[in-house]
């Protein structure tokens, strides 16, 4: 699966060592790919902002607008898209609350720590893409994510759902 992924950072440093995480993360899992876009402050990414990455990585403390007031403002067009800050600053982290941020990562980030968090967003974002039917059982009803059924058969007036599991 291929995930569009914004960093919006002002250290150059810090921009080229999250690009390098991601060329790692892709190289040790080929079923999951990136297309990265860069930003160096907030006031970039929300100039024409388009509502099609999965995930943004932000720093907070930035020249022109700061991470947290342009994660205020994308959240007016886009409600689904992940937004991770990744900052030296303690002290704002109450804020992503307010903007629903995924998470709160201090820098320097490790790559065990970036490795985990690719893991744990690519697996959030593939389940809320992921389709589903609801099938209605007597007087319950089970949601069934499409790629789980193997095939469905009829067989006297019921329906059986073979799934992978």
Known sequence: MIFNVAIVEDSPEEMQRLAAYFKRYESENPDVGFKISKFTDGDEIC????CSYDV????IQMKRLDGMKAAEYLRNFDDRVEIIFVTNCTQYAIGGYKV???NYILKPMTY?????????FTASIAKKKEEYILISMRNNSVRLALSEIIY????KHKIIFHTKD
Not at 112 to 120: C, D, I, L, T
């Open 47 to 50: 100039e024409n902002y388009q």
């Open 100 to 102: 629903h941020a995924f």
């Open 112 to 120: 065990a720590v970036f490795s985990a968090e690719v893991k744990r």
């Open 152 to 155: 469905v058969e009829s067989v």
């Open 56 to 59: 943004i990585l932000m720093d």
